[in-house]
């Protein structure tokens, strides 16, 4: 059984990028599919790196948030130690747990005393941490860490390329406003040309004065100039219409 919920959780890894998924949302089906995978798991967060610092990005459960802003706020615990050491993390008794002695007894409290923080490996790198939680005592035997393991490796490769994937979407976008703002910035250039005879620099540096006395950028000040001359040009058009 437990092995046909490692499968079932390793199937879901391989199709999760077939779609097109904000990237907190195949972060926490990847989370998702880990608690399915992983036996005695009731919750589980992602973290990854975040300028060379852990960060947990997603939860999938309200007391798996709370336990792991503990962590973030004492900035020790299992997934910090995971992703340092790029070794396997595991308590049964968070709450006397020597190794965290800020975070432990915190998470006791909250009554979340099992934990397993998985480091997400991809050769030479580690991308982050993914780490389940149990209420009870003593929830994670060894054949669950042995099956966390056989999960975190895929699952790195799969929050790697979740990553590289919402990058060049967000580099796509950021190239399509830069070309956008390109050519508005030359069609506000025409106009000013054709309003006061300037060459081309010059109109450009009145564009550029005129974005600094406004406080605004440049392509925002450009846009504004092109809406204003297309609505002169349509209040002067003619009505197409004839009146009777």
Known sequence: MEDDDLAA????????????????????EIAGFAVRAIPGAEGAGLTVLEDDRPQTVVATATFVRAVDDVQQAVGEGPAVLAVRTRQT???????????????????????????????????EQVVGALTVYAHGKDAFTLDAVRLGEMFARPAAVAVRNAQALAGSQRLAAQLGEALTSRAVIDQALGIIMSRTGAGPEEAFERLRTMSQSQHKKVAAVARTLVEEAIGRARARRPDDHPRG
């Open 9 to 28: 959780g390793l199937a879901g890894l391989a199709g999760l990028l077939t779609d097109h998924r904000m990237l907190s949302e195949t972060l926490t």
């Open 89 to 123: 993390q595991t308590s049964g008794s968070l709450g006397g747990e020597r190794r965290w002695p800020r975070f432990g007894p915190r998470a006791g409290r909250i009554g979340v005393h099992s934990v397993l923080s998985l480091p997400l490996l991809v050769p």
